[in-house]
């Protein structure tokens, strides 16, 4: 057991119900002048979209300080006050590993590192042993953060984990194709892992409603690309798949764990998360017990996750996707419900107390407004159902403005706006951004 888990922080939980905790970094925002502040050991966190904004402000809100990291200055994320300061430079590069190195030099101490997207991971976890000297930094091995970059690897992986997977088809030859016309429609076609050449051409994932269809997509597609994968399409709407979002030490042990259920994805059920809450108390036992036998057989180590989707016919779990080594786009749902798993990873890595937490009793909403609005309009356009955002006494949280930190919430809004507006974008910015240059 670990002996920290028992100790009381001095960091007081916020009460169910009470938000006030969210909006502390306004007042910490000069934090590198708050000589009394606990917390001295900054955070990295490297990608600045949605998720990494929702870790940003997760730690800052129990003042621990925060360096923003992104090669992109227009993202809206890099407009937070909860980060003491953003820093641009390369992190889809070789390039990043040498800058991470630059900035802890610059930092005076050894910070923690924290990714936020897969290709800074898949970078950070293959340079690791550098990596490792300059920060604090607790992962998965770098064959579990490869291997995971595969569906013909999760197959194998939930097998060994006894974790239902939907019925796949390597769809590779001629041959794979005659074997796709035995599965039952609709299907989902996407590629077998994360293909650059493969997303720059063609749509994250297609729904097919029969074998003609796949065969002729197949056609289209394999001229450029071949790994291709046919699931059986688990029944249900969106609002029937459920995640797992846990942070394990290097021992594995669980120190934090949250269940939520997504409500919106945009597309509608093929994309990523548009709004998601807390997932019902009568399904996150099962939940997290899945995750667990996820994790325990593959030897989990950091951030981890697991998205399941349960079978409206069968009431069955599926697993439909994990990750790891890395926080997830929607990660602040957690922290909205009370449990606030960047800050336990971080306390767990400067060997601080770990944080009492509990979450709340009412269900939070985490929402990306613009995605939001795009998914209901096309499920109200297709005259299907709409899940209501709102969940009995809880409250809808959009993913980019906050009363206390709004210049995300707006620089999201103009970036719907054709480029004039990017002077306007930049007049705005409240501070000066350290640029990394050659």
């Known amino acids: 057991m670990d002996s920290r888990k028992c100790q009381t922080s001095t960091v007081t939980p916020a009460k169910p119900g009470d938000f006030s905790f969210l909006f502390k970094y306004e007042r910490l925002r000069e934090m590198k002048q708050l000589s009394s502040n606990q917390y001295k050991v900054p955070v990295v966190v490297v990608g600045m979209d949605a998720g990494g904004l929702g870790v940003t402000r997760s730690l800052a809100a ?124 609709p299907v989902i076609l996407k590629p077998a892992d994360n293909d650059l050449k493969y997303m720059k051409q063609f749509k994250k994932a297609y729904i097919l409603e029969n074998h ?74 099962e939940v997290e017990r899945i995750t667990d036998r996820m994790f325990d057989a593959v030897g989990l180590r950091g951030f981890g996750s697991v998205e399941l989707k349960l079978d409206s016919v069968s009431g069955q779990f599926f697993l439909i996707e994990p990750t790891v080594g890395r926080t997830d786009q929607q990660e602040e749902v957690a922290t909205l419900n009370g449990i606030n798993i960047p800050h336990a990873a971080y306390c767990d890595q400067i060997g601080a107390p770990l944080p009492r937490q509990t979450q709340t009793t009412a269900s939070h909403t985490w929402s990306n407004p613009l995605w939001t609005r795009w998914a209901r309009q096309r499920l109200h356009a297709q005259n299907l159902r709409a899940p209501r955002l709102r969940i009995d006494n809880g409250r809808v949280f959009d993913a980019y403005f906050r009363p206390a930190d709004p210049l995300p919430g707006l620089f999201n809004l103009l970036q719907q706006v054709p480029e004039p507006l990017a002077l306007v974008r930049s007049c705005l910015r409240r501070r000066p951004v350290r640029i990394w240059r050659k």
């Open 62 to 185: 129990h003042g621990v300080p925060v360096v923003a990291v992104d090669d992109n200055l227009q993202k809206p994320g890099m407009a937070t006050r909860a980060a003491i300061r953003t820093v641009q430079m390369p992190i889809r590069s070789e390039q990043l590993i040498d800058r991470l190195l630059r900035l802890a030099q610059e930092l005076g101490s050894k910070p923690v590192l924290i990714a936020t997207l897969r290709l800074p991971l898949l970078l950070i976890s293959e340079h690791r042993d550098l990596i490792a000297q300059a920060y604090h930094i607790v992962l998965p091995s770098h064959e579990l953060v490869v291997a995971m970059e595969h569906k013909e690897h999760l197959l194998e992986i939930a097998a060994k984990a006894g974790v239902a997977y939907p019925r796949t088809v390597q769809l590779r030859s001629e041959r794979a194709l005659i074997e796709a016309a035995e599965l039952r429609y």
């Open 212 to 285: 003609p269809q796949v065969a002729q997509l197949a056609a289209d597609i394999w001229p450029s690309y071949r790994d291709l994968v046919l699931q059986e399409w688990i029944r249900g709407h969106d609002d029937t798949l459920y995640f797992c979002l846990q942070y394990r030490n290097a021992d594995g042990k669980t120190l934090a764990s949250f269940v939520g259920r997504k409500l919106l994805s945009w597309p509608p059920g093929k994309g990523a998360t548009a709004a998601c809450t807390a997932a019902p108390a009568n399904h996150r036992g």
